[in-house]
């Protein structure tokens, strides 16, 4: 399939309210690290459907009483604006209900952020995204490892040491999906995996 030409054209760096301009279409496909535009390809088939089948047990097992939590797939998180423009699209989000139907989150109202990894992505969302989600405050990031047939090896679970600005190893999951923050739910992989 040929690139689109306004793909190759988009700039190397590019401020917040550049990227607001864009075409939505056109949006969806970067992230903004530090300025700097990152060109996203789209997820396989299987990736989309661990994402959207996680999301929604985790929209479905949210407590009646207590904060109102939304959960999404693929929605920009400003993660900060200075010194330079930052944000990701993580796979899963959890975060604190806003008050605008379409405002989306920011860091500060993030609970929880998810990334299905597959072989090509694990070296980033082990160790930029990690980082990145850790600097911006987020208490909890999800680590889904898939191999190379989209079959769940583990989901690393890391709790953010806030006076260390990183992420801390609390549990890795083997089998089943076990969260008490900020969702309480017990997901078996194959309810994500299946076909």
């Not at 399939?1 to 496909?29: F, H, Q």
């Not at 999404?72 to 796979?91: A, C, G, N, S, Y």
């Not at 969302?125 to 990145?132: F, M, N, P, S």
Request: include cysteine; charge should be negative; glycine fraction near 4%.
């Amino acid at each position: 399939m040929a690139t689109p030409s306004w793909y190759e054209s988009l700039p190397e760096v590019m401020s917040e309210a550049e990227y607001r301009a864009l075409p939505e279409d056109v949006a969806r496909s970067i992230e903004v690290v530090h300025g700097h535009v990152i060109k996203c390809e789209s997820p396989a088939p299987q990736h989309n459907r661990i994402a959207r089948r996680l999301a929604g047990s985790l929209e479905a097992a949210r407590a009646m009483i207590g904060p109102c939590l939304s959960v999404e797939t693929d929605i920009d998180v400003v993660l900060w604006r200075v010194p330079k423009f930052t944000f990701r699209r993580p796979d899963v989000v959890v975060y604190k209900c806003l008050d605008d139907p379409g405002q989306k989150p920011d860091a500060s109202q993030t609970l929880a952020v998810v990334q299905v990894s597959s072989p090509g992505t694990v070296r980033e969302d082990l160790t930029d995204k990690r980082t990145q989600y850790a600097a911006a405050g987020i208490p909890l990031y999800l680590l889904i490892l898939l191999d190379e047939k989209y079959e769940i090896i583990e989901v690393k679970e890391f709790h953010l040491d806030a006076v260390a600005s990183e992420y801390r190893l609390h549990r890795v999951h083997q089998a089943d999906l076990e969260l008490e923050l900020p969702i309480r739910v017990t997901i078996p992989f194959l309810v994500l995996t299946a076909p």
